[in-house]
T-cell receptor, first 107, second 117 residues
Framework: KNEVEQSPQNLTAQEGEFITINCSYSVGISALHWLQQHPGGGIVSLFMLSSGKKKHGRLIATINIQEKHSSLHITASHPRDSAVYICAVPRAQKLVFGQGTRLTINP | DSGVTQTPKHLITATGQRVTLRCSPRSGDLSVYWYQQSLDQGLQFLIQYYNGEERAKGNILERFSAQQFPDLHSELNLSSLELGDSALYFC????????????????FGEGSRLTVL
């Protein structure tokens, strides 16, 4: 079992839908990262959070440290949100990455 | 634009060859991290440098080496290349430096796509 598990692995939705991507991890952490990888390959850091909730535009990230679970939500999804979303947690001086969730938003 | 510059963007070479990938971090960031993303492995942490010193090491092969120079740019050297080394290599920088990038915000470059034929 991977230390960081994401679900779903693939998600296709229609424009405007509310999107939820989940990340579960098996070890105690102090912070969790959400990254976005565009179809061209570039990676953007979306959030780094250690508790509660963070919001940036239409993106919301939540984390429950006790339950070792984080979610990334996208409201009013748009085709430009199509990307791979990756969560990552610190482990022994390095980041361990989930396998990513490929999101496709159809117009 | 993250402020992190990686060159070259694309590189095609043959097995057995050696290549050097270069990364210039954001202005003021002392930490540089290297990651490898291959099709079957996902993102893997390779190595971290902080202000010229190696700080953390991940799954980096002995054929690979890196260094960070006084001007804070970093180079990743890949030698005796094999087909399996074909991947995207990302550099990221962070103002943090003491925990392998684990709790500091990261800024990624666009990546260098290496193809070994």
């Amino acid at each position: 079992k991977n230390e960081v598990e994401q679900s779903p692995q693939n998600l296709t939705a229609q424009e405007g839908e509310f999107i939820t991507i989940n990340c579960s991890y098996s070890v105690g952490i102090s912070a969790l990262h959400w990254l976005q990888q565009h179809p061209g390959g570039g990676i953007v850091s979306l959030f780094m959070l250690s508790s509660g909730k963070k919001k940036h535009g239409r993106l919301i990230a939540t984390i429950n440290i006790q339950e070792k679970h984080s979610s990334l939500h996208i409201t009013a999804s748009h085709p430009r949100d199509s990307a791979v979303y990756i969560c990552a947690v610190p482990r022994a001086q390095k980041l361990v990455f989930g396998q990513g969730t490929r999101l496709t938003i159809n117009p | 634009d993250s402020g992190v510059t990686q060159t070259p963007k694309h590189l095609i070479t043959a097995t057995g060859q050696r290549v050097t990938l270069r990364c210039s971090p954001r202005s003021g960031d002392l930490s540089v991290y290297w990651y490898q993303q291959s099709l079957d492995q996902g993102l893997q942490f390779l190595i971290q440098y902080y202000n010229g010193e190696e700080r953390a090491k991940g799954n980096i092969l002995e054929r690979f080496s890196a260094q960070q120079f006084p001007d804070l740019h970093s180079e990743l050297n890949l030698s005796s290349l094999e087909l399996g080394d074909s991947a995207l290599y990302f550099c990221a920088s962070s103002p943090a430096g003491t925990s392998g990038g684990a709790t500091g915000e990261l800024f990624f470059g666009e990546g260098s796509r290496l193809t070994v034929l």
